[in-house]
C-alpha cells in the first residue's frame, strides 16, 4: 500500500474551532466559563480581587492560595456568592480529542471490519472458541511470523476481516466501558447448550445492551451428550434475545467449539451481519482509536495494542496516547508481521511511546511533532489541574468530616505496575477489600514506573505508593522520604492485597460493644419538684451514677438514657450493689413505673 501520508485529514485543522483561548466571560450577568481556573484567573474574570475569593473560601473553613486551581463547583460557589450566574459551557478543543465527534462526508466512508468480542458464562468455552476461530482455516501467507497475543487479532473470511479482542468476558469489556472508551461492534454470547443461560450470561446480555451491540449467540457444546439448544432459545427469550426463526433479530449458531464443528457458519454470519451494520470509516485522516493492552516491555520500553477506530495510522506517525505522545517506532500484527498502514479496526502493537498508556486511553495521530507534543502538553496540564483541584477539595472535604464526625477512617492509595493487566487485577482486587468503617479510594492507578509527580500527588492527599513488579529510583526514593510519602513495593498481588488489608483492619475503628454493669428494679415511686424519683432494688450486678441505662418495661427496652441522681437515704452514692436499696432518677424522662427495670451499660471498645 502506498503512503498515504499527503491525502490524510488532520483531525485537528478540520475538527477543531479553537486550540482552548480563554473562553470564559461574563454575559449579562452569567459568568460562562469552560475549564477550572485559578483562583486569579476568576478573580480577573469576576473584576474582583484574589483576597476577596481567599476571604470568601476562608470564611467558610476551605483554604486556598492564589494559584489554585478551582474545580467547577467551587467556581459556582464564588460566581453565586458575588452576584453572578453561572455556566459551564463545553468546548471541544484539540486536547479534548475523545469527545470529537467526527462526521465525515458520506462518499469519503469506507467499509471497515467489525470488532467482535466473545462474552459468556465461565466454563461455557469462550477461550476454546476464541482459540478455535484463530486456528480456523489459517492461510500459509497469513502467518508471517509467530502468533503472539496482543489483545486481538484479525481473521480473513471470504475475503473480508474480523476483528477478535481475544480477551474473553465482561471485565475488560466494562473496563473499557467505564473508561468511555467503546470498541465492541457486535457480541458473540457463548452459551453452553448442556448449561444453558447463568448468571454470567445475563450479565454478558446487560452489558451488550447497555453498550447497543448486537448480540450474536452461540449455542456452543452440541456435541455434547445433554446438549440442548431449543432449551437455550427458550431461556433467552426471557431476555429479550429472539431467534430470527421466531421473528426476532438475533442470530443463533450453534457450534462446538472445541470439535470445530459451525464456526465458519458463525464467522460467516457476523459479516453478514456487519454489513447489515453498515460499519463505516475514512481511512483518508490520522487515526483516532483506542488502547486495548499496554504494558512496559523490558527490551523495546512502552508496548500498547492500539485499536485504530476511525482513519489510518502509519508508521511513522505522532501519536497522542492519554497524555503522553511519541513516534511510532515499530508497528505490528498479532504474527509480528511489520505493518507501514494501519486502516480503520486493524489493532495494532506499537513501541516508541514515552510512557506506558492506560487500556482505555483514546490516542490520536497528528502530522507534525509539533502538534502533538503540544497537545500532549495540554492535556497532562489539564489533568494535573483537575487533579490538584480535585485532591485538595476532597482531602479538605475528608478532613472536615472527620472533625466533624470523628468517625471516618480512609485510606488512599495510589498504584503503579508493570502492564495494565496488573493494573486491573489491583484494581479489581483492592476494590473487593470491604471493611466496614473503611473508606479506600484509589486516588491513580497506572502502568509503568513511579514518577515524581505520583510522589507530589500522594503527599498532597495523603496517599501509600503501592509499587507492583517497579522499582523507584533512588532520587525518587529520596523525595517520598523527604516528603514523608510511603512506598511499598510488592511482586506477588495476594501479599499486596493481604498488607492492605491489615492496613485497613488496623485503621478501623475498635468497635464498641455494650456491656451490661447492673439491674435495678423499680418498686416504688416519688414525685418531687415536677420529677420522678424510682425507689429501686439492685438485682444484679452493679449501679454507678450518671450510668448509661436501659428503661426495660415488659421485657421491652422503652428508653434509652442516663441515670440522674443515685442515693443510698438522703446521701449521693457513686454505686449500689446487688442486694441494697437505693433511689434513682432519670435525665429528662419522667414516666417511670413500677416494675420496670432499669439496666445500667457502658459502651467498651471490642478489639478485632
Ligand atoms: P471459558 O471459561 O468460557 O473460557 O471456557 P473454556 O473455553 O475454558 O471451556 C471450558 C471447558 O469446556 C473446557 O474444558 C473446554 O474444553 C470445554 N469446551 C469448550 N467448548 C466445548 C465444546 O464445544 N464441546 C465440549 N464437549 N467441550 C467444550
Do not use: W
Amino acid at each position: 500500500m502506498k503512503d498515504n501520508n499527503n491525502k490524510r485529514i488532520s483531525n485537528v485543522s478540520t475538527n477543531f474551532k479553537s486550540n482552548n483561548k480563554n473562553f470564559n466571560k461574563v454575559n449579562n450577568g452569567v459568568f460562562v466559563f469552560t475549564r477550572s481556573l485559578s483562583v486569579a484567573d476568576l478573580a480577573k474574570q469576576l473584576n474582583i480581587l484574589p483576597s476577596d475569593i481567599i476571604k470568601y473560601f476562608f470564611m467558610n473553613k476551605k483554604m486556598v492560595t492564589i494559584n489554585q486551581m478551582l474545580d467547577d463547583d467551587s467556581i459556582g460557589e464564588v460566581c453565586l456568592n458575588f452576584g453572578y450566574d453561572v455556566k459551564k459551557e463545553k468546548v471541544v478543543s484539540a486536547e479534548n480529542f475523545e469527545e470529537v465527534e467526527i462526521k465525515d462526508k458520506k462518499e469519503d466512508l469506507k467499509e471497515r471490519p467489525p470488532v467482535v468480542t466473545v462474552m459468556g458464562h465461565v466454563d461455557h468455552g469462550k477461550t476454546t472458541l476464541i482459540d478455535a476461530i484463530r486456528n480456523s482455516n489459517v492461510v500459509a501467507t497469513e502467518a508471517g511470523g509467530i502468533s503472539q497475543a496482543i489483545g486481538a487479532y484479525q481473521k480473513e473470511v471470504k475475503g473480508k476481516k474480523i476483528t477478535f479482542i481475544d480477551t474473553p468476558g465482561h471485565e475488560a469489556f466494562t473496563a473499557m466501558r467505564s473508561r468511555g472508551a467503546s470498541v465492541t461492534d457486535i457480541v458473540i454470547l457463548v452459551v453452553a447448550a448442556d448449561d444453558g443461560v447463568m448468571p454470567q450470561t445475563i450479565e454478558a446480555i446487560d452489558h451488550a445492551k447497555a453498550a447497543k451491540a448486537p448480540i450474536v449467540v452461540a449455542v456452543n457444546k452440541i456435541d455434547k451428550e445433554g446438549a440442548n439448544v431449543e432449551k437455550v432459545k427458550n431461556e433467552l427469550m426471557n431476555y429479550e434475545i429472539i431467534p430470527e426463526e421466531y421473528g426476532g433479530k438475533n442470530i443463533f449458531c450453534e457450534i462446538s467449539a472445541k470439535k470445530n464443528i459451525g464456526i465458519d457458519n458463525l464467522l460467516e454470519n457476523i459479516i453478514l451481519l456487519s454489513e447489515v451494520l453498515e460499519l463505516k470509516s475514512n481511512p483518508n485522516r490520522y487515526a483516532m482509536g483506542t488502547v486495548l493492552e499496554a504494558n512496559l516491555d523490558r527490551g523495546e520500553g512502552p508496548k500498547a495494542t492500539l485499536l485504530v477506530q476511525n482513519g489510518t495510522l502509519n508508521n511513522s506517525d505522532y501519536v497522542v496516547v492519554g497524555t503522553t505522545y511519541g513516534h511510532i517506532r515499530r508497528m505490528v500484527n498479532e504474527h509480528q508481521k511489520v505493518l507501514k498502514t494501519a486502516t480503520p479496526s486493524t489493532p495494532v502493537s506499537v513501541t516508541g511511546l514515552s510512557e506506558v498508556p492506560n487500556a482505555g486511553d483514546h490516542f490520536m495521530a497528528f502530522p507534525t511533532e509539533k502538534e502533538a507534543r503540544e497537545i500532549a502538553e495540554r492535556r497532562r496540564l489539564q489533568k494535573e489541574q483537575v487533579e490538584r483541584s480535585g485532591t485538595a477539595a476532597r482531602s479538605l472535604d475528608d478532613l472536615y468530616k472527620q472533625a466533624k464526625e470523628g468517625d471516618v477512617t480512609s485510606l488512599n492509595l495510589l498504584i503503579r505496575a508493570d502492564s495494565t493487566g496488573s493494573v486491573e487485577a489491583l484494581k479489581s482486587s483492592i476494590m473487593k477489600i470491604t471493611i466496614p468503617g473503611v473508606k479506600v479510594n484509589i486516588i491513580r492507578a497506572i502502568a509503568g514506573a513511579i514518577t515524581d509527580s505520583d510522589i507530589s500527588l500522594a503527599s498532597a492527599s495523603n496517599a501509600i505508593i503501592y509499587g507492583f513488579n517497579i522499582r523507584p529510583t533512588a532520587a525518587l526514593k529520596a523525595k517520598a522520604e523527604e516528603l514523608k510519602v510511603e512506598i511499598r513495593l510488592h511482586r506477588i498481588i495476594y501479599a499486596l492485597i493481604e498488607e492492605i488489608e491489615g492496613a485497613l483492619k488496623g485503621l478501623t475503628k475498635p468497635e464498641l460493644k455494650e456491656v451490661t454493669n447492673g439491674q435495678m428494679e423499680v418498686r416504688n415511686i416519688f414525685k418531687a419538684n415536677k420529677m420522678t424519683i424510682a425507689g429501686c432494688y439492685v438485682t444484679d450486678g452493679v449501679i454507678k451514677a450518671r450510668s448509661k441505662i436501659h428503661l426495660i418495661r415488659d421485657g421491652i427496652i422503652i428508653y434509652d438514657g442516663e441515670l440522674g441522681s443515685l442515693k443510698r437515704f438522703k446521701d449521693d452514692a457513686s454505686s449500689v450493689k446487688s442486694g441494697f436499696e437505693c433511689g434513682a432518677t432519670i435525665v429528662g424522662y419522667n414516666d417511670i413505673h413500677e416494675g420496670d427495670i432499669i439496666e445500667a451499660f457502658e459502651m467498651k471498645e471490642e478489639k478485632k
